[in-house]
């Protein structure tokens, strides 16, 4: 991201995304979604406003927006519209991840609320614009993470299990439909990314007993590239620089500079300038 809007109090509305540069037409645009996101940032600093109540009233407002008070909506309301109405309420709703037996039950309710507003948002018209959607979500995720570094670029209908087991650094971006499992621990080094319908997972279960789960911390290093629909299994590491090639199975470590491809993934080359490890 580079240029500021004179109309944006700070915000920047220009994002490139494979060197092709996208910028707002609307000046009047930027000066909204600026109000906007200023306007969640306030709630999400103040102590005292219930997080649960930001995210029902956000949505409302999204996806309904008659200008009514939530609660003035559900009277009279026909038992289709109230039970909408209803789920705009994270007390309201039940997330995959709250089936686990090892979530931190304290740190997952702070976190739901933040998580169904981000779901939802991603649903909405709002969360189909990429400007917008990734500093929406870059404001999610410092108070969703356990660590947000600078400037992530997070795109639509990307979806984690806990967020306070996940750490990202700085220039991280994270494509559509990513899955990054945190059941464990997972570490996402500065400048790496991830492509399109990748999964990164942290923990794993045990071939004879399904139910016994192992948990283990996954790392994915400084520059490390994971590219189109490859899967990263618990425990595994791409070192700084490493990349694993499109549709690949990751079981085992990509050392820095290396590229593995395949399934189950190999090394199948080391960048320029590098020696080869053997594997």
């Not at 991280?172 to 499992?181: G, K």
């Not at 490493?242 to 079981?251: D, F, Q, S």
Request: a neutral charge; proline letters at 3%; charged letters at 25%.
């Amino acid at each position: 991201m580079a240029r500021q809007s004179s109309a944006s109090g700070g915000r920047q509305w220009e994002i490139r995304v494979n060197h092709r540069k996208l910028v707002l037409e609307s000046k009047d645009a930027e000066a909204t979604f600026t109000d906007f996101l200023a306007d969640v940032e306030r709630r999400l600093a103040d102590p005292k406003i219930d997080r649960n109540v930001l995210c029902r009233d956000v949505l409302y407002d999204l996806y309904v927006g008659d200008g009514k008070r939530y609660e003035d909506a559900l009277r009279g309301a026909s038992l289709g519209r109230k039970s909408m109405l209803h789920c705009f309420d994270p007390r309201n709703i039940t997330l995959e991840s709250e089936y686990y037996s090892e979530i931190d039950a304290a740190a997952f309710a702070e976190r739901k609320p933040l998580m169904w507003l981000w779901i939802m948002f991603d649903r909405s018209p709002l969360g189909q614009n990429v400007i917008l959607g990734v500093q929406f979500r870059a404001l999610l995720a410092k108070h969703v993470f356990k660590k947000c570094g600078k400037n992530p670029r997070i795109f639509h209908n990307v979806e984690f299990s806990f967020g306070y087991n996940l750490s990202i650094g700085d220039n991280v971006t994270i494509h559509r439909y990513v899955f990054l499992d945190d059941r464990g621990e997972l570490v996402i080094g500065d400048n790496a990314s991830l492509s399109d319908y990748v999964n990164v997972y942290s923990h794993s279960h045990d071939i004879s007993d399904g139910q016994h789960v192992t948990m283990a911390v996954t790392k994915i290093g400084k520059g490390a590239r994971v590219t189109y629909h490859s899967t990263v299994l618990s425990g595994t590491e791409i070192e700084d620089d490493g990349m694993l090639g499109a549709m690949g199975l990751l079981t085992k470590k990509v050392p820095a500079h290396h590229v593995s491809v395949g399934i189950p993934a190999r090394i199948a080359t080391v960048k320029p300038g590098h020696p080869r490890v053997t594997e």
